[in-house]
């Protein structure tokens, strides 16, 4: 009798148990926040960043005034024209050319004033200030200042070339020069962003790793190749990975420079755009461009990341 | 101020148990202590309750209502963080009363009741200041002080005392036990600290790999462990641990250790011949001299507290912890030599770890 | 290279080595600079015979006559209309967005998350044309949404994964004290995220308006009213003008970076922080 009155309480429990299923607690206004939140970012996001990326995909196949709809259908030869168009090859070699000079150059400079302002003398604060300014000028009044820089009539390098003797040189009017000079500018603008990042970097590093090292007997470039350069690598992979990315999108410097001249000698991917998609409203083309840009780019992020950044 | 009740309750995430199936009743004003090894699911049963966490199966009833599907305002609860939570950009008034304001009460009745419990908390001083501006018992307080605001039916503490330094810790439990003979509402209290149990709890629940070992009140699980594991978690230093067999020594019950000796246990113990078990001795219940199992050997390291000395000797071939008075004179090398009544030696099967 | 330890043991010899070579590269750095704002003061026959040093005569005309006309501030209005609407529009919107992907458990949260994250990958410039006609086909041509809007989208994926690392990183203790207390999501976005955020709140406004602030090609290619123009396009407009009158555009440039100048230095700290940290966080 005992024992049945314990089945009997205990069968109930369970199946009570499994009869009823709550729905457990969500936080409130799930739904709401849902709604609130989410469509203002994807609506700005869709209409005006992937739509237009996916069009460019698509106008790249045709050719385009940009008035009416695109129907001229000419399947690749836009990217044709693009790879057989010199004033194009001369864009990629000095896009090249840009990111190669700001990773051998302006990297390694940027980590060696880093490494100098790392001490602690009087006036850090002071270059670290100067070295950054560029950086935050806008890069058209950068252009124009290195404009007056460059200028043969009235400009710095005039009157240098003057007081050594030598004939007055139109920089900017030089195909041979200005791709260099252009370059100049470039690590000028940029350096003082880069040495920030490694001035971030060699603050974490931990000194008592340092002092470790003195008191094995490193000397001070062993210290630096041995143990704080080894320390910076995620930050010298950061650095290269924003000089690549910036090279690419190079445009704003560039226009109040040269415009991408003389004879197109200055062109990056981004004045080729403007000057034969935009000004001339060849919209097949144009998009061509930013097609093969946005491969280059995407590739580079991707593979860069994948290649050299997995760990950090 | 309510009952608490658990039934059944389950949490799984996916495939995976944590919580097998946990059932208990806490009556109403009772201080019930949750306490258990770390990933035991104390925590994760805590915040079931308060509705932090999704219950996979089973039932919680607050006040003799089922809350599954409530939130946890809904439940009336209130919680004390292990990191306290406290609103950085918030003073300590409006801390405190935040929960009171989103209820849509008005100024002077927040005012009111955030100033009753900073006065019970000694907090009135501080009531303008951010928690930034505070030392970590204070902050401790304005958490206390932002549960008891909103006079809820269950105080939930999850750790509350975790990150204070030894002695504040010890301050701090004295208040809180305190407050709740003053307001004597259900509580509920997770630790992994067993002498804040033992103290704080009128019950205390030994919670291990998501299934309850023992309830009881903290002397009930000192004196009468369920099991090994609760000997074993229960008890500062805690219990040593030997194996053995049951055997007869002179016709009393005992149990035959590795090297041959005998310990003798309890005539009521429920063993059999032969059983393989453990017995186990509290480090505390050895005495200096007097009746009951004779147990010695070579002192090993002494560590004196004050009050008392922690001796470590040798016996039958383990390392035994012994607490005796501060003045008993032990030196490292020296034969160490005690007494244990046969009443105070536990036994467990060893198999089961259940006590005999 | 140098060592970093401490300046009591650096000997003189080192001493002079940072110091000359730190001088050398910040003479270098703000020559171009300091001739640009000294050239304001020169006349033209001046400037083209002493380039380098200080004006034989202080020229206040070049100055002054900017200051004194309406282009100037007109551009200067403008430049700060689009970069502070600019600003608000992309806090509030990728704030709102990277609350639900920071707290909200939703199906494809993930996904979406990544879909807002391609937009890092690749700049306003390649799908300009497309941009183009589209601001176009909505009539935002010539207005200054037509800069703003695509600005602010553009900027999504950046300041998204800042806040959104940001709330996440924010204990989520607090979250649940909230929760207990009786607060649903948009409360505890406006009650809790938002009041402790001004870091990155400061962080995305400084790297969005420094962006909006110097950004020429978006512009450059929406805008056609001159009477619209932001101070990158109207200063290329009036070297445009005044080509070959040096000393007039060199003081237009003064007058253009001074505010620039002027912030970055009273406010260096943040600005500094913000630039870089901004770029490593995400």
């Keep these: 009798m005992t024992d049945m009155t314990a089945t009997m309480a205990a069968v109930p429990a369970t199946a009570r148990r499994k009869q009823v299923r709550y729905k457990s607690p969500t936080v409130r206004g799930r739904l709401p926040v849902l709604i609130l939140f989410l469509p203002p970012a994807l609506l700005l996001f869709t209409l005006f960043v992937i739509l237009p990326m996916g069009e460019a995909a698509w106008y790249s196949l045709y050719r385009w005034n940009g008035y009416g709809l695109p129907e001229h259908f000419v399947g690749f030869r836009n990217f044709e024209v693009l790879f057989n168009n010199a004033a194009f090859s001369q864009a990629l070699i000095n896009n090249g050319l840009i990111i190669l000079v700001s990773v051998l150059l302006q990297v390694p400079l940027a980590l060696w004033l880093a490494m100098m302002l790392a001490h602690r003398i009087a006036g850090v604060v002071a270059f670290r200030l100067i070295f950054f300014l560029p950086y935050v000028l806008a890069d058209v009044a950068a252009g124009l200042i290195w404009r007056f820089v460059y200028d043969g009539d009235y400009g710095l390098v005039a009157a240098l070339a003057g007081f050594f003797g030598a004939a007055t040189p139109y920089v900017l009017a030089d195909r041979g020069l200005a791709i260099y000079a252009v370059l100049a500018v470039i690590i000028w603008k940029y350096f003082g962003f880069h040495m920030m990042l490694f001035i971030a970097g060699l603050q974490a590093v931990d000194r008592s790793v340092l002092e470790a090292a003195e008191i094995d007997g490193a000397t001070g470039w062993q210290k630096f190749r041995y143990v704080t350069l080894p320390l910076l690598g995620s930050t010298v992979r950061l650095s290269v990975f924003f000089a690549v990315i910036g090279s690419l999108q190079l445009f704003d410097l560039v226009m109040p420079l040269t415009g991408g001249g003389p004879s197109n000698s200055t062109q990056t991917m981004v004045t080729f755009l403007y000057t034969y998609g935009v000004t001339r409203m060849q919209v097949g083309l144009g998009s061509a461009v930013g097609v093969v840009l946005f491969v280059i780019c995407v590739t580079l992020a991707f593979g860069y990341k994948r290649i050299f950044m997995r760990h950090d | ?356 | 290279m140098t060592d970093t330890t401490s300046s009591a043991r650096m000997t003189a010899g080192t001493r002079l080595y940072l110091y000359v070579s730190l001088s050398l590269i910040a003479i270098l750095v703000l020559m171009p600079l300091v001739t640009t704002a000294l050239g304001g003061f020169k006349s033209l026959g001046d400037l083209r015979v002493n380039p380098f040093g200080l004006p034989s005569e202080w020229l206040w005309s070049n100055y002054l006559d900017i200051l004194f006309g309406d282009r100037y501030w007109r551009q200067m209005l403008n430049s700060l209309f689009i970069a502070i609407m600019t600003v608000t529009l992309t806090v509030i919107v990728s704030a709102m967005a990277a609350f639900t992907f920071a707290h909200v458990k939703f199906f494809g949260s993930n996904q979406l998350l990544n879909y807002f994250l391609i937009g890092l990958m690749f700049p306003a410039a390649t799908a300009i044309l497309p941009l183009f006609i589209r601001i176009r086909d909505l009539g935002l041509l010539d207005s200054y949404w037509g800069v703003i809007l695509p600005q602010v989208a553009f900027g999504l994926g950046m300041s998204i994964l800042l806040f959104r690392n940001y709330f996440r990183n924010l204990p989520e203790e607090l979250f649940q004290a909230a929760f207990v207390d009786g607060c649903g999501y948009i409360r505890f976005f406006w009650h809790i995220s938002m009041p402790l955020s001004r870091p990155i709140v400061s962080t995305v406004s400084i790297i969005t308006f420094v962006h909006s602030w110097n950004s020429y090609i978006l512009p450059l290619i929406m805008l056609n009213t001159e009477e619209k123009y932001p101070w990158p396009l109207g200063i290329m407009v009036y070297r445009g003008e005044f080509g070959t009158d040096w000393q007039l555009v060199l003081a237009f440039i003064t007058l253009t970076i001074l505010p620039t100048v002027i912030v970055f230095f009273v406010a260096q700290k943040h600005i500094i922080a913000g630039l870089t940290a901004g770029a490593v966080k995400s």
């Design chain 2, 1 to 356: 101020m309510a009952s608490v009740e658990l039934r059944d309750i389950r949490k799984s995430y996916g495939a995976l148990e944590v919580i097998h199936g946990v059932s208990l009743a806490i009556v109403e004003g009772e201080f019930i202590a949750l306490v258990g090894p770390s990933g035991c699911g104390k925590s994760t049963l805590l915040r079931m309750i308060a509705g932090l966490e999704e219950i996979s199966d089973g039932e919680v009833l607050i006040g003799g209502r089922v809350v599954n599907p409530l939130t946890p305002r809904e439940r009336n609860i209130a919680m004390v963080f292990q990191s306290y939570a406290l609103y950085p950009h918030m003073t300590v008034a409006e801390n405190m009363g935040f929960n009171l304001k989103l209820s849509g009460l008005p100024r002077p009745q927040i005012d009111k009741r955030v100033g009753e419990a900073a006065r019970m908390l000694a907090l009135t001083e501080l009531l303008d200041r951010k928690p930034n501006q505070l030392s970590g018992g204070q902050r401790q307080r304005v958490a206390m002080g932002r549960a008891i605001v909103r006079d809820p039916a269950v105080f939930l503490f999850d750790e509350p005392l975790s990150n204070l330094d030894a002695k504040l810790r010890v301050q701090m439990r004295t208040e809180i036990k305190a407050l709740h003979q003053k307001v004597a509402t259900t509580s509920i209290y997770v630790t992994h600290d067993q002498i804040e149990a033992m103290t704080l709890a009128d019950r205390i629940v030994v919670l291990n790999g998501g299934r309850i070992e023992q309830v009881g009140t903290p002397l009930e699980l000192y004196r009468t462990p369920a099991n090994l594991f609760v000997a074993g978690f229960i008890g500062s230093p805690a219990m040593n641990v030997l194996e053995g067999t049951v055997d007869a020594a002179d016709g009393e019950p005992a149990v035959r250790l590795g090297d041959g000796s005998a310990i003798r246990i309890a005539p009521e113990r429920k063993v059999r011949l032969g059983q393989a078990v453990r017995i186990g001795l509290r480090p505390e219940h050895f005495v200096a001299s007097g009746a009951g199992n004779a147990i010695s050997g070579p002192t090993l390291l002494v560590e004196p507290t004050g009050a008392q000395t922690h001796v470590l000797f040798e016996f039958a071939g383990e390392q035994i912890t012994a607490v005796v008075d501060g003045d008993h004179p032990a030196r490292h090398g020296s034969l160490f030599q005690a007494a244990m009544e046969r009443n105070q030696v536990y036994v467990f099967d060893r198999a089961t770890g259940a006590a005999l």
